[in-house]
C-alpha cells in the first residue's frame, strides 16, 4: 500500500455520519506509525543544536532562581513580566488583566513550555501559558522555560502527546522572529521578538 493510499484509507475512516463531515478526535486516541529517531541521537543535544542554528541562546539551569538571576542581571530597570510566579522577578498576574497594548514596552517575558522538539527546536506553549496571546510576540526579549524531561524527538511525538482538542489558541515557537522576505536578506525580529532564550531545567 503507497503512503497515498494509507493516508486516504485513514481520512474516509475518520468520516462520520453527520453532515459535518469528519468527526474530532484527540490525538493520543491516534494510533501514530512508529517513526525512526536514531537520527536525532540525544533529543537534549540535538535540541540544544538545532536551537543554536536557529540564533537562539539555551542556558541549563537549576532552577527558578538562577533563570530570575540571569533576567535580572540583563534587564533590570527594564519592564519584565512573566506569566509564572518567580520570587523577586516581579509581577506575574497583573499584566495579565492589562489592555494588550499596554504590554507594547516589555523588554523581557517568560513563560514555561509544555514541550520542546529535538528535530526543529520547536516549543509549544498553548493560550493559558502565556498569560495573554500578545505577550510573546509583542515583547523585544522572550524567555521559555522548557523541562528536559519534555523534549520528545519529533513533531510526530510532540502531536502524540498534546490534546489539542482540549485547547483554544496555541503555537510552537522555534527561534526568535526572522525574515529573509526582502532581497534574501536575514533580518531578526522583524515581527516579534528580538531574541530567545531558552532555559532547560
Not at 505577550?135 to 513533531?155: D, H, S, T, W, Y
Request: proline share 3%.
Amino acid at each position: 500500500m503507497s503512503s497515498r493510499e494509507e493516508i486516504l484509507g485513514r481520512l474516509v475512516s475518520l468520516k462520520s455520519d453527520t453532515t459535518i463531515g469528519l468527526s474530532i478526535r484527540k490525538m493520543s486516541d491516534i494510533s501514530i506509525p512508529t517513526f525512526d529517531t536514531d537520527h536525532i541521537g540525544d533529543p537534549i543535544e540535538k535540541f540544544k543544536e538545532v536551537l543554536d542554528e536557529l540564533h537562539t541562546e539555551v542556558l541549563e539551569v537549576n532552577n527558578l532562581q538562577d533563570i530570575a538571576a540571569f533576567v535580572l542581571d540583563k534587564y533590570s530597570g527594564k519592564r519584565i513580566v512573566s506569566a509564572i510566579a518567580i520570587e523577586g522577578l516581579g509581577d506575574s498576574e497583573t499584566w495579565k488583566t492589562l489592555d494588550p497594548h499596554d504590554l507594547q514596552d516589555v523588554e523581557f517575558a517568560l513563560f514555561e513550555g509544555t514541550l520542546g522538539v529535538a528535530e526543529n527546536g520547536a516549543i509549544w506553549l498553548s493560550e493559558a501559558q502565556m498569560g495573554q496571546r500578545v505577550a510573546p510576540f509583542i515583547c523585544q526579549r522572550l524567555g521559555i522555560i522548557v523541562k528536559k524531561e519534555n523534549v520528545v524527538p519529533l513533531m510526530h511525538h510532540a502531536y502524540k502527546a498534546l490534546e489539542i482538542t482540549d485547547m483554544g489558541f496555541g503555537t510552537f515557537i522555534s527561534g526568535p522572529s526572522k525574515t529573509a522576505d526582502i532581497e534574501q536578506s536575514l533580518v531578526i525580529g522583524a515581527h516579534g521578538s528580538r531574541e530567545l532564550f531558552v532555559f532547560l531545567v
